[in-house]
């Protein structure tokens, strides 16, 4: 096969879309009696995913003359790429010959370069040379390096002495009415699988308001540090907000915009969540305030205000060293098995969903929201969190889906209105204000 894939490449060597699929189609190469002269060939050709698979091919040759040739194809090469693949395929050799080569590598400009490296000498990482190599570059400015390198030079830090689908029982289904910094105060740490939650708008509400922006960041800073603490062990925070505008206070002023989701994010990455996904909950556009009635007036440039119908659904992970696939593993598989997430589950990061209104609160979630939230990221049993509790959306669906919820919420009337609304849910639930709850808490088991 090796010999029709090399005549043909030979025959349309200049169409590089041809000699891109052929070189696709080798697997595994016997090297005994199989020539590689073709790939040598290849190594300079024009096009640079040509060069590349090129490589891949003769890094299945272990051949100290290929490895001469690689080594040196690497110096000479210009694309970053082909150049990556050249140290790739030599990493896979294995070979403790070529670590004085790896090492010199690792003073690359592009990261992805110096990682193929660091990978090729951690095969070696007993070696005295290979490890001061890689301490010396502990402090490297690239994220991505120092990361790795963090996971095999620093000790594992100590996972929580619960099990990881444990559930407190005096937290589960419950609510508390009070400030949600003394609530989670209280609290020891690793208690939620998940938390959910819309943070209060700034002063965009009748039950928002702060004497600053920097105020306003600085209090969101501090629950969610603290729900960084409470969360176990590489588990997920969603928080739904949007940019909100505050209006002008005469003609002679304008309004102002605030980036929440994006204030938010710089302080959630340094405080120890890792960015996974951001999800657009796009609503009907009857829905929302009309900004841009003015403008289509008289469609005057610079005064052009769209209406807002999205908000942001930005999905963090607590840092953690270990995979998902870790936590997944810590359910037994009735519960795994009963938690997977049906057919009808939305493929794509934006999710059209209608608005919901309450009677009582201003700004609630939609069912529907809650639910999508529940079941991708929370197992069956889990304690699920909202810190923000509102009228109790979450906590009514958390709980269908066989979830244990605990809220919060500061404002009386709000917390009067989640019991309303639990009041039909199919568990035993449990109403604290601040002052009973740190009561039950102290209470022995």
Request: charge should be positive.
């Amino acid at each position: 096969m090796l010999e029709t894939i090399e005549q043909n490449i030979r025959d349309n060597f200049e169409s590089a879309k041809f000699v891109l699929g052929n070189l696709k189609k080798i697997g595994r190469i016997e090297e005994e009696n199989t020539s590689y002269d073709i790939f040598m060939e290849l190594l300079h050709h024009k096009n640079k995913d040509v060069r590349t698979e090129a490589v891949k091919n003769l890094g299945k040759f272990k051949n100290k003359y290929i490895q001469e040739s690689l080594k040196l194809h690497y110096e000479g090469e210009t694309n970053s790429m082909v150049k990556r693949e050249c140290v790739s395929s030599l990493g896979r050799q294995r070979d403790s010959n070529l670590i004085d080569f790896f090492i010199i590598v690792l003073n690359e400009r592009d990261p992805k370069i110096v990682l193929q490296a660091i990978r090729a000498l951690l095969v070696f990482k007993s070696n005295p040379i290979v490890k001061q190599a890689l301490e010396n570059i502990l402090d490297h400015p690239n994220e991505m390096i120092k990361e790795v390198l963090e996971i095999e030079f620093t000790p594992r830090p100590p996972r929580s002495k619960e099990h990881h689908t444990f559930v407190n029982p005096k937290l589960s289904n419950t609510v508390v009415n009070g400030d949600v910094l003394e609530v989670l105060n209280i609290l020891k740490d690793e208690q939620f699988h998940l938390t959910f939650t819309s943070p209060p708008y700034y002063n965009a509400r009748d039950y928002s308001f702060y004497s600053s922006y920097q105020e306003y960041l600085n209090f969101l800073r501090k629950v969610f540090k603290e729900t960084h603490r409470l969360t176990k062990n590489g588990r997920f925070l969603v928080v739904n907000t949007s940019p909100v505008i505050v209006p002008r206070v005469s003609r002679k002023h304008s309004s102002k915009r605030y980036p929440i989701p994006f204030d938010i994010h710089n302080f959630l990455i340094q405080d120890g969540w890792e960015f996974i996904d951001d999800i657009v909950w796009q609503k009907p556009e009857y829905s929302v305030k009309n900004r841009i009635g003015g403008f289509m007036q008289h469609r005057k440039p610079l005064a052009y205000k769209p209406n807002s119908v999205t908000e942001y659904l930005m999905v963090y992970r607590k840092k953690s060293r270990d995979l998902i696939d870790w936590n997944i593993k810590q359910y037994d598989y009735n519960i795994v098995n009963e938690s997977k997430v049906s057919n009808d589950f939305e493929t794509t990061n934006v999710w059209s969903l209608d608005p919901t209104f309450d009677k009582t609160h201003s700004a609630v979630f939609p069912k529907s929201l809650c639910e999508r939230v529940v079941k991708y990221y929370s197992f069956k049993s889990d304690l699920v969190f909202d810190p923000f509790g509102g009228s109790g959306t979450f906590g009514e669906m958390a709980n269908q889906l066989d979830r244990n919820f605990f809220l919060t919420e500061i404002d009386e009337l709000y917390f009067e209105r989640i019991k309303e609304r639990l009041t039909k849910t199919k568990t035993e639930k449990k109403y604290f204000k601040l002052e009973e709850f740190k009561k039950w808490m102290q209470q022995e088991k």
